[in-house]
């Protein structure tokens, strides 16, 4: 099933849909009779509702959260950019190209989006912000934060 666009209309959840969510964000590699036992439903009934948020894109990936340490991302950074009026669609596509590039996020404010770039250190973080960012047509002005300390919030 194709997923809903930014137009549709917001899935309506219960309490049951909340605790579901929890527990996958939690851990994406629970099973599903894990998830029923824990939110207290059936199987079959938890598998019903994880196929209809699936379906209805409330529930859009089962990934892996990976430690950027300890998979050699020792310098992290997020970078904000100014960009030129009509040029987000197709940067869009060019940041997405960009490995390092972690989250990208189009933001009102003093500046238009905001990324979240990862690398090996800071050597290859300035690469990928002057060589690469800085350089793409419709990019007007970048700003860079160092990232000190990630702080797991789940």
Same mark, same amino acid.
């Given at each position: 099933?194709?997923?809903?666009? /930014?137009?549709?209309? /917001? %899935?309506?959840?219960?309490?049951?849909d909340?605790?579901?969510?929890?527990?996958?964000?939690?851990?994406?590699?629970?099973?599903?009779?894990?998830?029923?036992?824990?939110?207290?439903?059936?199987?079959?009934? %938890?598998?019903?509702?994880?196929?209809?948020?699936?379906?209805?894109?409330?529930?859009?990936?089962?990934?892996?959260?990976?430690?950027?340490?300890?998979?050699?991302?020792?310098?992290? %950074?997020?970078?904000?950019?100014?960009?030129s009026?009509?040029?987000?669609?197709?940067?869009?596509?060019?940041?997405?190209?960009?490995?390092?590039? !972690? !989250?990208? %996020?189009?933001?009102?404010?003093?500046?238009?989006?905001?990324?979240?770039?990862?690398?090996?250190?800071?050597?290859?973080?300035?690469?990928?912000?002057?060589?690469?960012?800085?350089?793409?047509?419709?990019?007007?002005?970048?700003?860079?934060?160092?990232?000190?300390?990630?702080?797991d919030?789940?």
């Amino acid at each position: 099933m194709a997923r809903p666009g /930014p137009d549709a209309e /917001p %899935a309506l959840l219960d309490d049951v849909d909340r605790k579901i969510i929890a527990e996958l964000t939690r851990d994406g590699r629970m099973s599903v009779t894990q998830v029923a036992e824990n939110v207290h439903i059936s199987r079959a009934h %938890a598998y019903t509702r994880i196929a209809r948020l699936t379906g209805e894109g409330v529930l859009t990936k089962f990934t892996a959260l990976v430690d950027p340490i300890k998979a050699g991302l020792k310098s992290s %950074a997020y970078v904000t950019l100014k960009v030129s009026q009509h040029s987000w669609r197709e940067l869009r596509e060019q940041l997405r190209s960009i490995p390092e590039v !972690h !989250h990208i %996020a189009l933001v009102g404010g003093d500046f238009d989006v905001i990324l979240l770039v990862r690398a090996i250190d800071n050597i290859d973080l300035r690469r990928v912000i002057f060589d690469q960012l800085q350089s793409m047509p419709g990019v007007l002005d970048t700003q860079t934060f160092l990232v000190f300390e990630d702080v797991d919030t789940r």
